[in-house]
DNA sequence: TGCTGTGAATAGTTTCACAGCA
DNA sequence: TGCTGTGAAACTATTCACAGCA
C-alpha cells in the first residue's frame, strides 16, 4: 500500500477528505468529483488527485469517486479502521475537557485510562474512567494495553511524561504542551499548539 | 518591515523560537548561535538564519544572537508586544478549559467576553467573567471589543458562529471545531484540530 | 577564529494540461 | 462527454557552502 514516503501534510489532507466525505455519506450523497470535494475542503482537484494517486486508483473516469467506497478506502489507509486506545496524563482543565469530549469515541479512539499527580483528583471519576496515580503509569499502562498517550500537564513535567510513556513501550504520543518533546526516533509526537496558531494569527492581525 | 511575502510556516517556526529564547532568558541565558537554537527546535540552523533574513539582521557576526534582543524582535515582528482582546463562542468542556488556560493571561492574551446558548449557563461565572447569551454576541463585541473570536462550539453551530463573528466585524478567528469554517478573504482564521493531529499519529502508528 | 547572512544548489510540493477511459 | 490519473512545468522551501565581518 505504501510505495513511496508519503509527505506528512498528505496525510493531513487525506484526514480533511476523509471528514468530508463523511458528512457527505451522512446526507446520502453518493457520488462525488474531485472537483467538488476540492471546494469543500479548500483545496486545488489535482491535489487530491495527486494525493490518492499515492495510494492507488479509487476513482471512476468520466464518473468520479464513489464516497462511501473512497471514504472507506481513506480510513483504512489511515489506519482508522480499528480502536484506538488512548491514555490521557494530566486531568486538568485541559484533559478533563478532553475525556468528556464526545468526538473521541466517536471517531474509534477510547481513553482507557487517565493519570494525575494531585492527590485529590486520584481515585475520582470523569465519565466511566477513575483516575490514577502517575506513579503507576509505567505498571498500568503493561497491564491494559494503549496505542497512543495524550500529554495535558503543565509544561514542565511534559518530558518527563513522555519519557515514561516511552518507557512503558508506547510508540504514539498526542501532545497538548507548548513544548518541543524529545524521544527516540520509533516513537512518534504530534503536537497540538493552539498558542502557536494564536500567534500566527496575531502575525497576521498586525500585518495586513 | 514586511518585505515579501512570508511563508506561513516561517511565521509558526518563529512563534517556536520564541517560545525557546523565552525559556533561555528565563534562564539568563545571555547569548545564542543560530546552531544551538536549531537544536533546541528541531530545525536546520541555515533555517533559522533564512527565516530571520526576512525581517533583518538580528545577529552579531561570530558571536550569535543575543537572547534578549532577539526575543524582543520575534515578539514585535509576531504582534505579540500588545494585548489581544479574546472573546470565546460556546463555554463546554474544551471552552472552560480554555478559559480557565493559565496560559493565555500569560502571554498577553486575555479574554474579555464569553458567550453561550445554554440558559443554564448564561450568568453564571467563569473565573471573572459572565457568561452571555450568544444573542446579544454582536451588540456586546461592539461594546467592548475583542481582536479575536474563538470558537469552542459544537460542530454544526461554528459556521454560524463564525458568520456573527465576521458581522461584528472580527477579523481573527481560531477554531476548535473540526469543520472547514466559511469567511471573507480579509478574515483570518486559524484552526486547531486535534482529531486530524491523531489521525496523522494513527496512520504512522499503522504504517511503520 | 567563529559566527552570521546569503547566493546557489537541491529537494519537495503544487498546479497545469492533457491522454486515457467509462 | 466528463471525469480520473499523471507527466511535465512551475513554484516553493530547505540545505549547502562560503564570503564577510566582529
New interface residues.
Given amino acids: 500500500?505504501?510505495y513511496a514516503k508519503i509527505p506528512?501534510i498528505t496525510?493531513?489532507r487525506?484526514?480533511?477528505y476523509?471528514?468530508?466525505l463523511a458528512l457527505l455519506d451522512m446526507n446520502n450523497v453518493k457520488l462525488i468529483s474531485s472537483v467538488n470535494l476540492a471546494e469543500?475542503?479548500?483545496v486545488n482537484s489535482a491535489q487530491i488527485r495527486k494525493d490518492l494517486a499515492y495510494f492507488g486508483e479509487f476513482g471512476v473516469r468520466g464518473i468520479g469517486y464513489y464516497v462511501k467506497d473512497l471514504l472507506f478506502e481513506l480510513r483504512k489507509?489511515?489506519?482508522?479502521n480499528k480502536e484506538?486506545r488512548l491514555g490521557l496524563i494530566g486531568v486538568?482543565?485541559?484533559g478533563?475537557?478532553l475525556l468528556?469530549?464526545a468526538?473521541f469515541n466517536k471517531?474509534g479512539?477510547i481513553f482507557v485510562k487517565a493519570f494525575d499527580q494531585d492527590p485529590e483528583k486520584i481515585g475520582t471519576t470523569i465519565g466511566t474512567l477513575v483516575i490514577d496515580p502517575v506513579e503507576k503509569m509505567e505498571d498500568e499502562i503493561e497491564k491494559v494495553g494503549i496505542?497512543?498517550g495524550v500529554i495535558a500537564t503543565q509544561d514542565q513535567t511534559a518530558q518527563e511524561c513522555a519519557d515514561r510513556l516511552v518507557r512503558a513501550g508506547v510508540?504514539?504520543?498526542?501532545n497538548?504542551a507548548?513544548v518541543?518533546l524529545k524521544a527516540p526516533a520509533?516513537v512518534?509526537i504530534?503536537?497540538?499548539d493552539?498558542?502557536?496558531?494564536?500567534?500566527?494569527?496575531?502575525?497576521?492581525?498586525?500585518?495586513?
Avoid at 489507509?77 to 482508522?80: T, V
Avoid at 493552539?194 to 495586513?208: G, N
Wanted: overall charge negative; charged content about 20%; hydrophobic content about 45%.
Fill in positions: 500500500m505504501k506528512e496525510i493531513h487525506l484526514s480533511v476523509a471528514r468530508h469543500a475542503c479548500g489507509i489511515l489506519g482508522l484506538w486538568g482543565n485541559l478533563a475537557a468528556r469530549h468526538l471517531q479512539y496505542d497512543i510508540q504514539g504520543v498526542l497538548f507548548p518541543q520509533d512518534h504530534e503536537n497540538v493552539f498558542t502557536l496558531r494564536l500567534d500566527a494569527l496575531c502575525y497576521k492581525l498586525t500585518t495586513d
